[in-house]
């Protein structure tokens, strides 16, 4: 960082700016929105996976008193566009994705009728009083079965189950597998997950007749890709869109979308002449909010016998549901892409199915491709030292680049922007007193207990990125400016949802303005203030939106040197700047502060000439390149014999995503992240059934980490910075995620490794140990569970 | 989220509920602390016509000791269970699965009577229930009833109570400490996957088991009983014991443990419990 | 048929006629405009609407209004007092104990009846209280922290201000 | 979800299988049915209430018979709908002659969708199960009460 730096705010572990009114239960998320004449919608889901909609009877539910309109698709979709899909794949089949069903339902919970009320109790009522005729249709569930000839059609008019095929192929595969010593192989199977962001999804839409112009609420982290897709689907022209963002409450990626549910509201608000709101319930969100993950891959990794990898070859089917959403086709290819993780391959080939099955979709989860990718890699370089008898940290050592070779450019064509993977790696190891951790291993061993320790070094993606490798632009907007007053308003494109941007933002201006951090307003997530943005999501709203922020403070510090040099008779090039001061060089005495500035610059009494008045910048920032954090994570298990449960013992993770603006919230991030794979690793699952029913639609059946569930962390971090940006930062709002998922199931495989179990997929339920141990131990073949898949 | 309509009523004693019960019959339910009707309620999977709020019913909560006996009134909660010190002197199998029960906020709320009536097969408190030989007594138009607890638990989600009947009070027997309740929780709902209830009687050579979570309802494993009767309990003993827990029944099987897996916990959570238990003596 | 309802609401009294099947969730955030309480599930698991009824930590989202009828209920709009924040409030700030704010609320009430009979919890105390309470942000670490953090400050002697 | 069992019944084979083709005498022996009727040749309509504990819903359903194939063996196929959400199912009966009973073997593939599917997973095995025993156990008695006085 440079100029005005004397607040020494960047890397203050500031509390939140944010938190008073979140503490004080008086933050505005979007159902706390209290419009007159508020109208509420209900949405009637269908119950089959798969089904041909024979008639559906509505009138029951028009006489309803307080029933203000009761909407099937054909009466809704004539007039709406389709949910658009941001992938340019090509080759890509694409459903017509209508707002409501037409003559056919493709996955439980797919909306099929729409009921306005003057209640939320009102339209409840309706619900039940809708007759819907359905004809249930055989489903496609099992995305391997899919592919295979007679398999039904989850869209029979495409023809096939197959979305899309994509292939990423660099270097001499098959050279390289001929020289190998060994192949390591191994299926993986990277379940289905549901985000469930603990605020359901919910929007008020608002139709001014007057203007022609729509104002939606509603709780996403795209508010500004919404108001570039939403005239497409409800034709009303971007310039008369408006979007806010209340207080949103988590999203973890599946708030990345431009959902139905949006676009009907905006639709049922202008053709009923009232405000509409929709709030989802739990079950609705389960059903209808994306799904993440869901890939099946069988990867091979070619190495040598001094654990030298040379090559990875997988064959990848992903499961993506039965309709695109925004970014549905492009997640799994970030598995492909970032499948090198943190080693010097030479060649990589990648071959990936994206196949329909009527499920909801899957899209962006916490992480979106790079767990699948680092979680497959990280099992591979395990099972590679295992069969070569080295040690893992050794065979990962071996494989990295040396912080000299970066940027760094993978097999994959990706350039590693900077890296220091054995520093992370060997400060990890010391936090974890590594081999005092092998003593106890080996102790616990000899007494019979199931302990294991498991090491991951990850890399991922962030800040994304060079407009060239985004669908809609990878760049961001930010504005700076000074008030007449002196106080300063930051206006973001990117729209934090929990991250704490308006304090990490308020904490990188005002050092750079050097003005304090309580005159500062960060706002985000209106798209009438903040005109322009690409929003939050893959870890970029520092990294990327910073550095606009960044820009426009440089831009308004020209401008106020040249306005200074005006009032103290001086040319700009003569005025020094520092702490929030301007001056002539050599007289700090005659300094002039921002305040004078700001009244300078608005009532613009005393402009040079060719200046214009206010003191105002915005920026957009394109990024050259990706940024790549990275870190290690080691973790300690025990797992009990006779039930198979898991105990975290010890838990290390060193992750470096640059320079930090806020280590609290760094910390915080990293935290979270790792709960998200705590429970992706040992119990989280997204189970339908094989007719396509949904099993887990209620927190009563998706389990969710707990408070008791959580291990003490030692949570320790380097610093690499990062050449893509002025900062040096990369984001960490996905790294635990990415991080830790490997080094718990590394853990717990180690665990077993005695008894002779090489590998068992996530997630690692109690019931799963249980049997493979008690395979291993007792020699019993056990019955293959219906209800385990 | 939003319940179907109903009527609602709040008599003041129980013999204006009885009333009430019987003039609205099948169409009524009853709402005690509301734990298990309300989540049936906002499914939508409950549509009772009227409910009768037996909440403001004066003198339904107590825990006290009654001619040598622990009597609990129909509305405590478990919560009130939970931090008897009553209980937990002359009876501590029952605080002991209180902890257990979902958590905080639906224990300060949930009542004894309001679960054991639901008869959940997955529900805590039937283990204890069963392992105890509670009484259950009723009152409805023809007066007051005493079930015992072998005969209360019917079937899933089916109890002895007949539809006009309101259960008053669950009596207990004065117990020592050598009780316990070992459960495997299913970690998004809170049920029981297995819960085990074991009363070690010393001196008269006895144990009794009452086990939930494991079949369509909860039950007493008699062949544990039976093989430990008169025997030492040695470890050996009560692990051949322990291994009949789920004899005789059928283990149910979901996405949350197969039934397999359910007769397993079955067996190790009943030796667990047997252990904990005989080492408490 | 409607009911008569009343209600104490953080030292108010309020009264409404309701429908039966009104949950208290609904009463305190559609009659009483307190929507500092959050319903994020429909199977009283979340805890994003606990608050405190009649002292005790409850989920609003499975008590009829008509349940609450003539109790007092403790939001968290209720808790800071003459301006200032409750010491758990200003824990769960000062520890980072939110991310998004969605659950913090019932989080919040539901640490706030720990420290009411139990001023010094250890970890596990502190998880077995918040049990009840989901948190998809936090990775609940800080919520820990922050309940700690509280129960310290909550022993200190008040300064005198 | 597959379910089956096999009942014996004190009855000859043809005698059973007559009475599985007649309305009046299955609307008896199924839980809740409060209407079974004969819509077509081997087609029926059905209106259920069930009510597990404090869980109850109306379902309304078609019943088709294929297969059939007196007095061994029919296939009932079933679909049926209510508030809590929609049952499909094919059950294959097979009726066997022991001694002067008949042994009644089903085996039905089920599908239960919608709510109840979602929130019941747990129990709904166990509550199909219930059900089916609970129609064969009324059935017998009433197929054996049926026939006893010819003795």
């Keep these: 960082m440079k100029s005005g730096t004397s607040n020494g705010y960047f890397g203050q572990a500031l509390k939140r700016v944010e938190d008073p009114r979140l503490i004080k239960g008086i933050a505005t998320y979007v159902d706390d929105l209290r419009l007159p004449g508020l109208l509420h919608a209900a949405i009637l889901r269908s119950p089959h996976a798969h089904a041909r909609i024979l008639g559906v009877k509505t009138e029951a539910a028009k006489n309803l008193p307080g029933v203000a309109g009761v909407f099937t698709g054909t009466d809704i979709n004539p007039a709406c566009g389709l949910v658009p899909c941001a992938s340019s794949m090509p080759g890509l089949k694409a459903p017509r994705h209508t707002m409501l069903a037409g003559d056919r339902v493709y996955f439980v919970g797919h909306p099929v009728v729409v009921v306005v009320a003057a209640s939320p109790a009102i339209a409840r009522d309706a619900l039940d009083l809708i007759e819907v005729d359905y004809d249930s249709l055989p489903a496609v569930t099992n995305p391997e079965k899919a592919l295979e000839k007679d398999s039904p059609l989850t869209h029979p008019d495409q023809g096939t189950n197959v979305a899309f095929t994509w292939l990423l192929a660099n270097g001499d595969v098959d050279g390289l597998f001929a020289q190998a010593d060994r192949v390591i192989k191994q299926r993986i199977v990277h379940q289905r997950l549901t985000p469930m962001a603990i605020e359901p999804r919910g929007c008020v839409a608002s139709y001014h007749a007057g203007e022609g112009s729509l104002t939606l609420w509603t709780s996403t982290q795209i508010p500004h890709l919404l108001r570039t897709l939403l005239p497409g689907v409800i034709g009303v022209a971007e310039n008369k869109i408006r979007i806010i963002t209340p207080e949103v409450g988590g999203g973890f990626g599946s708030k990345l979308d431009l959902y139905v549910e949006e676009a009907m509201c905006s639709h049922l608000a202008m053709r009923l002449g009232s405000p509409v709101k929709w709030i989802e319930g739990r079950r609705e969100n389960a059903m209808s909010t994306i799904h993440g993950r869901d890939q099946i891959g069988d990867y091979e990794l070619a190495v040598k016998n001094d654990g030298t990898v040379l090559a990875i070859k997988a064959r990848t089917i992903a499961d993506i549901g039965s309709y695109l959403q925004l970014l549905t086709p492009t997640i799994p290819t970030l598995t492909g892409l970032m499948i090198c993780g943190c080693y010097k391959l030479k060649a990589v080939r990648f071959e990936l199915t994206g196949v329909y099955t009527n499920k909801m979709a899957t899209d962006a989860y916490r992480g979106a491709g790079r767990p699948e990718a680092t979680y497959a890699i990280e099992r591979l370089m395990d099972l590679a030292a295992a069969e070569l008898g080295l040690d893992p940290a050794k065979i990962r050592q071996k494989n990295f680049p040396k912080p000299g070779e970066f940027p760094f450019q993978t097999a994959t064509g990706l350039m590693y922007d900077s890296g220091n993977y054995q520093r992370a790696l060997k400060k990890a190891q010391e936090l974890a007193r590594w081999d005092a951790l092998l003593r106890q291993r080996e102790q616990a061993r000899q007494a019979g207990r199931l302990f294991g320790i498991g090491l991951s070094t990850y890399v991922e993606i962030c800040g994304l990125g060079p407009s060239k490798i985004m669908a809609a632009g990878g760049w961001e907007w930010g504005c700076v400016r000074l008030e007449m007053s002196g106080k300063v308003t930051v206006i973001t494109g990117t729209t934090p949802h929990g991250q704490g941007q308006e304090t990490s933002f308020a904490q990188i201006v005002g050092d750079r303005l050097g003005v304090p951090m309580e005159d500062i307003v960060v706002l985000r997530g209106d798209t009438a203030s903040a005109h322009y943005g690409r929003d939050t999501y893959g870890s970029r709203a520092t990294a990327v939106g910073g550095t606009a922020l960044i820009m426009s403070v440089d831009k308004i510090i020209a401008k106020a040197k040249i306005l200074a040099g005006a009032l103290l008779g001086a040319s700009a090039k003569k005025i020094d700047f520092r702490n929030g001061r301007f001056w002539v060089k050599g007289k700090p005495k005659n300094a002039i502060d921002w305040k004078r500035l700001g009244q300078e610059a608005y009532e613009a009494k005393n402009l040079p000439a060719n200046l214009e008045p206010g003191l105002e910048a915005s920026s957009f920032f394109e990024p050259k390149n990706c940024t790549y954090p990275f870190g290690t994570h080691i973790v300690a298990v025990e797992v009990e014999r006779e039930t198979g449960d898991v105990k975290i013992v010890k838990y290390v993770a060193v992750d470096d995503c640059g320079p930090q603006v806020n280590p609290l919230l760094v910390e915080g991030q990293v935290q979270g992240g790792i709960a998200h794979s705590l429970g992706q690793v040992l119990f989280e699952r997204t189970v339908y059934d094989e007719n396509g029913q949904l099993l887990t639609g209620e927190f009563t059946d998706y389990p969710m980490p707990r408070a008791r569930d959580i291990p003490e962390y030692v949570i320790g971090s380097t610093v690499t910075p990062s050449p893509s940006n002025p900062m040096g930062v990369k984001g960490v709002g996905e790294a635990g995620t990415i991080g830790a998922n490997p080094a718990i199931a590394n853990a717990v495989m180690d665990a077993l490794a005695p008894l002779g179990i090489r590998h068992l997929d996530l997630p690692l339920l109690p019931e799963k140990l249980w049997r493979a141990i008690e395979e291993k131990t007792a020699g019993r073949k056990m019955k293959k569970p219906r209800s385990q898949s | ?281 | ?161 | 979800m597959i379910i089956q069992g096999t009942h014996t019944i004190a009855a000859a084979p043809a005698h059973v299988f007559d009475r599985l083709m007649e309305p009046a005498f299955l609307q008896q022996a199924i839980p809740g049915c409060e209407k079974l009727e004969k819509t077509g040749e081997d087609e029926y309509i059905a209106h259920l209430k069930l009510g597990i504990g404090s869980i109850k819903g109306s379902y309304a359903g078609k019943v088709r018979l294929t297969d059939r194939q007196p007095p061994h063996k029919f296939t009932m196929h079933l679909q049926g709908s209510g508030g809590p959400g929609f049952v499909k199912g094919t059950s294959a009966i097979e009726l066997k002659a022991e001694g002067e009973a008949t042994e009644l073997h089903y085996s039905a593939n089920v599908q239960v969708g919608g709510l109840i599917a979602a929130v019941g997973s747990r129990v709904i095995e166990a509550v199909a199960k219930k059900l089916a025993g609970e129609f064969f156990l009324k059935f017998s008695a009433i197929v054996e009460h049926d026939v006893k006085p010819e003795r």
Aim: glycine residues 8%; aromatic residues 4%.
């Design chain 2, 1 to 281: 989220m939003i319940p179907a309509a109903f009527d609602y009523s709040r008599p003041q004693t129980l013999e204006e509920a009885v009333n009430l019960l019987a003039q609205h019959g099948e169409a009524a339910k009853l709402l005690a602390g509301g734990h298990s009707l309300i989540p049936a309620l906002k499914l939508r999977l409950a549509q009772p016509k009227t409910v009768i709020d037996i909440g403001r019913i004066a003198d339904l909560s107590y825990i006290r000791e009654q001619d040598g006996r622990i009597v609990v009134g129909a509305m405590t909660t478990h919560h009130a269970i939970e931090t008897s010190a009553l209980l937990e002197e002359k009876c501590p199998l029952l605080p002991e699965v209180a902890r257990h029960i979902g958590d905080v906020q639906v224990r300060n709320r949930g009542t004894l009577a309001g679960s054991i009536v639901h008869a959940d097969p997955a529900a805590d408190w039937p283990a204890a229930i069963l392992a105890l030989d509670a009484e259950m007594e009723t009152v409805g138009p023809d007066g007051p009833r005493v079930i015992a607890a072998k005969k209360f638990f019917v079937d899933l989600f089916q109890t002895a109570l007949r539809s006009d009947e309101i259960l008053r009070e669950i009596r207990f027997p004065v117990t020592a400490k050598s009780v316990a309740y070992v459960k495997t929780v299913q970690r998004a709902s809170g049920f029981a996957i297995a819960g085990v209830a074991v009363v070690v009687d010393a001196p008269r050579m006895t144990v009794s088991v009452g086990i939930t979570g494991v079949a369509a309802k909860a039950y007493r494993a008699t062949a544990v009983e039976t093989k430990l009767a008169g025997q030492s309990l040695s470890a050996e003993n009560m692990a051949a014991a322990a291994a009949k827990a789920a004899n005789r029944v059928e283990p149910l099987g979901d996405i949350h443990a197969s039934s397999e897996y359910r007769a397993h916990l079955a067996q190790l959570n009943t030796r667990r419990a047997l252990v904990l238990a005989a080492s408490r003596a």
């Design chain 3, 1 to 161: 048929m409607k009911t008569s309802v009343n209600i104490r609401v953080n030292g108010t009294s309020r009264t409404h006629d309701v429908e039966p099947r009104l949950l208290l969730v609904h009463f305190l955030r559609d009659l009483c405009g307190l929507t500092g309480t959050h319903v994020g599930c429909e199977t009283t698991i979340c805890g994003a609407c606990t608050v405190l009824l009649n002292g005790q930590a409850v989920k609003a989202c499975t008590i009829l209004a008509v349940q609450a009828d003539g109790g007092e209920v403790t939001t968290i709009e209720g808790l800071a007092s003459n301006g200032r924040l409750h010491p758990v409030q200003e824990a769960f700030w000062e520890c980072h104990g939110l991310q998004c704010g969605f659950c913090t609320p019932g989080m919040i009430l539901a640490s706030v009846e720990l420290l009411q009979h139990n001023p010094r919890p250890s970890r596990e105390q502190i998880t077995h209280a918040i049990d009840g309470n989901l948190c998809r942000c936090t990775g609940y670490s800080h919520i820990i922290d922050a309940v700690q953090s509280a129960a310290k400050k909550m022993a200190r002697p008040e300064k005198a201000k």
